[in-house]
């Protein structure tokens, strides 16, 4: 330990190594191990003992590598390198990518309200109404959307449905409400007839790209004060506000396009005051007075 703290790591890592090695220290002496004779295998078990659920996140599972992994580089300095690291052969779990921030509501009425441009306030509603990504949303074409009205021809509900090729090309479709379809109807009308199958177009009118869509952004948000943003930062609120009223999670999964609910759970925070009050009305149906 006198090791990696001349070396500079904290004392919470530390700590948090030291009670590693402890457990790897069991683990040896339960199978009568040198350390010397353990072998990337071993290191495998090791781990599956240590989550013999399978719960663990993949950053536990890097700090008990990097726990490891340091006490071998250890012990091959002291031995002159006649120790072979163990761990080395073995392959890291993924690093997480951070859950993006979803941006609150007056972050979306700054942007709604403040973006004149129909083109750019088209192009937010539909990544704020849809869910799509950054990707999806570039590649949609002015025939990609089509107007349904819910309960028939003559029902006041309208909604906007469209298809999208979205990762693993599996295509898709996504909704958007009425207010994001008069936006980008409203675009349209303004952009007039070209020959352009493009829904969305730079101002070189070609196909926009994504990296025009961030830009425009960032530039927005310089105007109207507000924290520099990232589009998928909208892909992220679109599922959040769908969780806080209710939306069940395999619904918001699903108009996501994930493959996974796993992948899904990081767009979205469990709201505990709606699950005391569901839980409340259960067991209200469950045990009626």
């Known amino acids: 330990m006198q090791h990696l703290q001349t070396r500079g790591y904290a004392r919470g890592t530390i700590k948090a190594y030291q009670l590693e090695l402890e457990a790897f220290r069991q683990f040896l002496r339960k199978r009568k191990l040198r350390v010397n004779q353990v072998k990337p295998r071993d290191i495998e078990q090791f781990l599956r003992e240590r989550d013999s659920e399978g719960l663990h996140q993949p950053t536990t599972v890097r700090r008990r590598l990097a726990a490891l992994s340091a006490f071998y580089s250890f012990l091959a300095v002291m031995a002159n390198g006649q120790i072979r690291n163990p761990v080395d052969p073995l392959r890291r779990p993924r690093r997480q990518p951070p859950r993006p921030k979803p941006l609150n509501e007056n972050q979306i009425s700054a942007l709604m309200e403040g973006i004149d441009d129909p083109r750019d306030v088209a192009i937010i509603a539909v990544l704020l109404h849809s869910g799509l990504r950054l990707n999806e949303l570039c590649s949609l074409n002015r025939d990609s959307i089509r107007v349904e009205h819910l309960g028939g021809a003559l029902s006041s509900k309208v909604i906007g449905v469209g298809r999208v090729l979205g990762k693993g090309s599996k295509e898709r479709e996504f909704l958007i409400d009425l207010g994001t379809l008069k936006l980008v109807h409203r675009y349209l009308t303004e952009r007039g007839a070209d020959d352009q199958d493009a829904l969305f177009l730079s101002n070189r009118r070609r196909r926009i790209n994504p990296r025009t ?16 943003l990232h589009p998928h930062q909208l892909r992220s609120t679109f599922g959040t506000r769908l969780n806080r009223v209710g939306v069940p999670t395999l619904e918001i999964s699903k108009l996501l396009g994930h493959a996974s609910l796993d992948t899904t759970m990081q767009y979205i925070k469990p709201d505990v005051r709606r699950i005391q009050t569901e839980y409340f009305a259960a067991y209200e149906k469950l045990n009626p007075a």
């Open 213 to 228: 869509v961030q830009h425009m952004l960032h530039a927005w948000c310089r105007k109207l004060g507000l924290p520099p």
